[in-house]
């Protein structure tokens, strides 16, 4: 959606970035399902757990795209 290209072409975009950095992300999503099976014991910790990886998802899309995250 941010690059102003229809479904089908996003999906293929999307595709290709990630297939090109699996090495980058893979830790990425280990951490993610760690701290998703960690905070699963209370609910305090899914409170802690789903924002923490939703902004560990943010941060990495936004660094395989190249940007800078923080200036």
Request: charged share 10%; net charge neutral.
């Amino acid at each position: 959606m941010d690059k102003g290209v229809d479904g089908i072409a996003g999906m293929k975009a999307s595709w290709a970035t990630l297939s090109s950095h699996v090495g980058e992300l893979f830790p990425f999503a280990l951490t993610g399902v760690g701290l998703y099976i960690l905070g699963g014991i209370t609910l305090i910790g899914w409170l802690v757990t789903v924002p923490l990886v939703a902004l560990l998802s943010a941060y990495s899309y936004v660094r395989i795209q190249g940007y800078d995250v923080v200036r």
